[in-house]
T-cell receptor, first 115, second 113 residues
Framework: AQTVTQSQPEMSVQEAETVTLSCTYDTSESDYYLFWYKQPPSRQMILVIRQEAYKQQNATENRFSVNFQKAAKSFSLKISDSQLGDAAMYFC????????????FGKGTSLLVTP | EADIYQTPRYLVIGTGKKITLECSQTMGHDKMYWYQQDPGMELHLIHYSYGVNSTEKGDLSSESTVSRIRTEHFPLTLESARPSHTSQYLCASSGDRGSYEQYFGPGTRLTVT
C-alpha cells in the first residue's frame, strides 16, 4: 500500500520569494513515480513536476524544483520567485505499476501568494 | 492544454436519479481514471481502465459503475444518486510513454439534493 502525507494544510509566500512545500510518502515497492500537481481555484489539475524513483538527480522545471530524499521518503517542492499565478492547491502524489499507475494523492497544501 | 473533456461541468439533481458523467480524450491514451474530490479537496480513486473492455474498482466504493467500449470514452454512471455523492468528479488519462503522468479533465461538480 502507498501513503502520501502533506503536513502543511496552508502556506503563504510573498511575491518573488521562495517557498517549500513538504511531502513524505511510504511504499514497499522499488519502482514508483512521484508527482506534484497544481489545482488553481475552479480550474483544471495540471502537472507541475515529476520524479522517477530510480533517478538520483532532483527534477527541475523552470522555477519549480524538488528535493527528493529517497532514504527518508521525502519529496518536497520548492517554488522560486513566486508569482501571483502560483496561488493554488498543490497535491503530492505517487504511483506504482501494481496500482495500475493510478495516483495516490496527499491531502493537499493551499498556497497563498501575497503581493 | 490536454485534450480531455468532461460533461456536464455542473449538475444539480434530486436524490434517486440516475446520471451519467461523460469523459472523452483525444490523445489515444490506453489508461483512464475517475477520481472523486470531496468538499475538503481530498482525492480518491473510484475506477480505472487499462484499455477497451477493461475496468477496475478503486479504493473508494462510490456505488458507481463505468464502461470502456471505446478507447476515447470512459463514462461514469450513478444508478441512484444520494446527497453523499455530492462532490467534484475528475477524469484523467495517461499514455504508455514511460512517464505515467496523468492529464486531467476540467471536472464535473455534482450536487445531489
Amino acid at each position: 500500500a502507498q501513503t502520501v502525507t502533506q503536513s502543511q494544510p496552508e502556506m503563504s509566500v510573498q511575491e518573488a520569494e521562495t517557498v517549500t512545500l513538504s511531502c513524505t510518502y511510504d511504499t514497499s515497492e522499488s519502482d514508483y513515480y512521484l508527482f506534484w500537481y497544481k489545482q488553481p481555484p475552479s480550474r483544471q489539475m495540471i502537472l507541475v513536476i515529476r520524479q522517477e524513483a530510480y533517478k538520483q538527480q532532483n527534477a527541475t522545471e523552470n522555477r519549480f524544483s524538488v528535493n527528493f530524499q529517497k532514504a527518508a521518503k521525502s519529496f518536497s517542492l520548492k517554488i522560486s520567485d513566486s508569482q501571483l499565478g502560483d496561488a493554488a492547491m498543490y497535491f503530492c502524489a505517487s504511483t506504482t505499476p501494481t496500482s495500475g499507475y493510478a495516483l495516490n494523492f496527499g491531502k493537499g497544501t493551499s498556497l497563498l501568494v501575497t503581493p | 492544454e490536454a485534450d480531455i473533456y468532461q460533461t456536464p461541468r455542473y449538475l444539480v439533481i434530486g436524490t434517486g436519479k440516475k446520471i451519467t458523467l461523460e469523459c472523452s480524450q483525444t490523445m489515444g491514451h490506453d489508461k483512464m481514471y475517475w477520481y472523486q474530490q470531496d468538499p475538503g479537496m481530498e482525492l480518491h480513486l473510484i475506477h480505472y481502465s487499462y484499455g477497451v473492455n477493461s475496468t477496475e474498482k478503486g479504493d473508494l466504493s462510490s456505488e458507481s459503475t463505468v464502461s470502456r467500449i471505446r478507447t476515447e470514452h470512459f463514462p461514469l454512471t450513478l444508478e441512484s444518486a444520494r446527497p453523499s455523492h455530492t462532490s467534484q468528479y475528475l477524469c484523467a488519462s495517461s499514455g504508455d510513454r514511460g512517464s505515467y503522468e496523468q492529464y486531467f479533465g476540467p471536472g464535473t461538480r455534482l450536487t445531489v439534493t
